[in-house]
């Protein structure tokens, strides 16, 4: 009895639960917690911190868009007339060099084996005369109408087919002022022809000063004083399962005084020509430069100057035992924590800016892959400028703590 007696308060001994650990919320690593201290302790260095890193972020997200955005202008009219093969005069720099091939080349072309189609495509310069006086010079581009490559694309008022009238052409609205037009129908001259704006497209504009004014093959040949067989570039396509090398070291072989190129070679090439060997390419990479310099030394002189009024504290932390590797993470900490800032201010900013330029002469291109790129690059930054900092907080003797 006295053990039966006992088995239920032995029962309820054992079962009883025991005290579970207390859930809230997760802290954070105490060298997390001092970095965030040291860094928001001072709030007017803090300020110029992030508005160094956010004004370095702006600038190289903005050069690097436009670097971009003209590499993507040099080749737009290769990428907008797509073809396997080109078929371009001996020496041509890129597609807004033009000069006239001497006409026989569509149909050698098209005898080659492996050849499906050859379409002619004249680019010239040209004199458009504004109505109300004053000239100024135009890039003049002919395509066939009936071709499923015909330019212009982006036609927001008016249609590709009215530039199959005579006397009719197409241009960007952004070129409006320089042209000195305003409206569909409106009439100018264009190497001494009167000519009528029966097509307008949008954001189709060209890497240099110069508008693209689109017009019809044979128009474009009677404007610009061609042959009736004559143009710039011949567009090849080439058959399914043709080799491109075999076809074009064959169509090379029946051209010897022409150059036969890819589309990627074609494009390269002018991309080349105008970013690289007229030093426009090398003009955005120094403005890059700068914004990458300034930003080092904004938050270098930073984390230092917060290493420096720290140096007690830093100290201690020594004496009691902490190591060097410790005391790094906290300012590696730092400099991560006011990029990320940085960072996220600075894109908020250029991506305005990106926004802001759509439909202005200025093209501005950001890409995921860019993004990405600029974020490494500014918390690399932030790193590489930690080091003025590491290498005060390595030299620290922790006797000084004992010494005040």
Not at 131 to 144: F, N, Q, S
Request: net charge positive.
């Amino acid at each position: 009895m006295e053990l039966a007696a006992s088995a239920p308060t032995f029962a309820k001994t054992r079962t009883a639960p025991s005290p579970r650990p207390r859930q809230g919320k997760r802290t954070l690593p105490m060298v997390v917690k001092l970095a965030y201290r040291n860094l928001f302790h001072d709030r007017l260095s803090f300020f110029v911190t992030v508005v160094g890193i956010m004004f370095s972020v702006v600038l190289v997200a903005v050069q690097s868009g436009i670097y971009l955005g003209s590499a993507n202008k040099i080749a737009a009219i290769i990428d907008a007339a797509p073809a396997d093969l080109w078929v371009v005069p001996l020496g041509t720099k890129s597609y807004d060099d033009p000069s006239f091939l001497s006409g026989r080349e569509r149909y050698m072309a098209l005898s080659a084996p492996g050849v499906a189609d050859s379409e002619d495509m004249l680019v010239s310069f040209a004199r458009w005369r504004k109505p109300l006086g004053g000239e100024t010079t135009v890039l003049l581009i002919g395509t066939a109408g009936d071709s499923p490559k015909a330019l212009p694309l982006n036609i927001t008022d008016g249609s590709r087919d009215a530039l199959e009238a005579p006397n009719t052409v197409a241009i960007d609205r952004s070129y409006f002022n320089d042209l000195g037009v305003s409206q569909l129908d409106d009439r100018a001259e264009l190497n001494g022809s009167t000519v009528k704006l029966v097509a307008i497209t949008k954001r189709v504009r060209s890497f240099t000063t110069l508008p693209f004014v689109f017009t019809s093959l044979e128009e474009s040949r009677r404007l610009a004083g061609a042959n009736q067989d004559q143009a710039s570039y011949q567009r090849v396509t080439l058959l399914p399962g043709a080799d491109i090398e075999t076809v074009r070291k064959e169509i090379e072989r029946r051209l010897p005084d022409t150059e036969v190129l890819t589309q990627a070679q074609f494009r390269t090439r002018s991309q080349d020509y105008w970013l690289k060997q007229t030093g426009a390419g090398a003009a955005l990479d120094a403005g890059k430069l700068l914004g990458l310099i300034v930003g080092i030394v904004i938050v270098a002189q930073t984390l230092y100057s917060s290493t420096k009024d720290h140096i007690n504290e830093f100290a201690t932390l020594r004496a009691l035992g902490a190591g060097a590797g410790y005391i790094v993470k906290v300012i590696l900490i730092q400099a991560i924590l006011s990029g990320l800032i940085g960072y996220v201010l600075g894109m908020s900013l250029a991506l305005i800016a990106i926004q802001a330029a759509q439909d202005t002469k200025l093209t501005i291109i950001m890409t995921m892959p860019l993004a990405v790129q600029l974020f490494a690059i500014t918390i690399g930054m932030c790193i590489f400028a930690a080091t003025s900092a590491i290498i005060k907080v390595v030299r620290i003797d922790p006797a000084v703590v004992f010494s005040r």
